[in-house]
């Protein structure tokens, strides 16, 4: 969508609930790299650590048109469907008041080399 920023995000957390990370980069339209960020999370799970990714991408793009990746289906759907009823619903509740004017799409693993870094 031309003059839209793109988010990809991505989330990591360890098999026992340990340290977790989120990230993700900011790109344009053609795909051209404009920033990136992570941030550590204390004990979350995997689904969390995905919802991380994407409050933190929204909290970073405050102003701006943006279109945020993910390529955990799972929650996009929690999120697009506004479903709170699962342990995550803080997290979920968090993104849908910072969705401003935002979409939300699920994408490939592949299209997101710049978050699949860290």
Request: proline share 2%.
């Amino acid at each position: 969508m031309p003059g839209r920023i793109c988010v990809n995000t991505d989330g990591a957390a360890a098999n026992n609930f340990m340290q977790s990370a989120a990230g993700g980069s900011f790109g344009d339209c053609d795909g051209n790299w404009q920033l990136g960020f992570i941030r550590s999370i204390d004990y979350c799970s995997p689904l969390q650590s995905e919802q991380w990714g994407i409050l933190t991408g929204l909290s970073i793009a405050w102003n701006e048109k943006i279109i945020i990746q993910s390529d955990c289906f799972i929650v996009v759907r929690l999120i697009n469907e506004g479903d709170d009823s699962d342990s995550n619903r803080s997290l979920i509740r968090a993104i849908w008041r910072a969705r401003w004017t935002t979409h939300l799409q699920a994408s490939s693993a592949e299209g997101h080399a710049w978050s699949s870094l860290f």
